[in-house]
């Protein structure tokens, strides 16, 4: 299967700033995805990012507070905008293993608290 | 949207078989059943999928009911290191790449 390294792990941001999360992949994936974990929740499908097109958002995420670049097929990067308190959570990105042998990779996350 | 109801939590003894139902009664016919864990500080685990027909890996069994509106990850025989929370996911057919997570089964094993 493949492996995903994330960074950074963790993070604490000042409200208003921005993080960017970076996701590299051992192989090349047609497509990544980005899911935001709350506090004591599930995971929720941010975007499905196809390189060298446009990410596609899920409904109540949207491109200015969650911009993603896609650049080649290894590797993508969530910004995490104008942050507030309620960012707070785990991000991390995913991918499908060619041929869903192995079904969905995911890496370990990237811890977010903004104070 | 597909749907997953699972029980929020389970428990179980170490060395006993652990059955872990979930219900998704809006499946589509060509959507696959994948289950995840996820152990504390870690991004969730591939497990197993299947579509139609039970299957077996050396992690752990996936029954499937024959009208597939549920299904049963099996784990034969507990570990502590099993403990986690589950979840049971679509993907594939009208849901292509993306994984629609229930709440999760919080399983706990005992010593």
């Known amino acids: 299967s493949a492996v995903i390294s994330q960074k950074p792990s963790r993070d604490i941001c000042q409200r208003g700033t921005s993080l960017t999360i970076q996701c590299q992949v051992d192989?090349?994936?047609?497509?990544m995805f980005w899911y935001r974990q709350q506090p004591g929740q599930s995971l929720t499908l941010i975007a499905t990012?196809?390189?060298?097109?446009?990410?596609?958002?899920e409904s109540g995420f949207v491109i200015d507070k969650f911009p993603i670049s896609r650049p080649n097929l290894t590797f993508s990067t969530l910004t995490v905008s104008n942050m507030s308190p309620e960012d707070s959570s785990i991000y991390l990105c995913?991918?499908?293993?060619?041929?869903?042998?192995?079904?969905?990779?995911f890496g370990s996350g990237t811890r977010l608290t903004v104070v | 949207d597909a749907k997953t109801t699972q029980p929020n939590s389970m428990e179980s003894n170490e060395e006993e078989p652990v059955h872990l139902p979930c219900n998704h009664s809006t499946i589509s016919g060509t959507d696959y059943i994948h289950w995840y864990r996820q152990l504390p500080s870690q991004g969730p685990e591939y497990v197993i999928h299947g579509l139609t027909s039970n299957v077996n890996n050396r992690m752990a069994s996936l029954a499937i009911a024959e009208d597939r509106k549920s299904s049963t990850l099996i784990l034969h025989r507990a570990t502590l290191r099993d403990a986690a929370v589950y979840y049971c996911?679509?993907?594939?057919?009208?849901?292509?790449?993306?994984?629609?997570f229930g709440q999760g089964t919080i399983l706990t094993v005992h010593p």
């Open positions: 996911t679509f993907a594939g057919g009208t849901s292509y790449g993306k994984l629609t």
């Open positions: 192989s090349q994936v047609t497509m």
């Open positions: 995913s991918v499908e293993v060619p041929k869903a042998i192995y079904g969905y990779t």
């Open positions: 990012a196809n390189q060298g097109s446009e990410a596609t958002y």
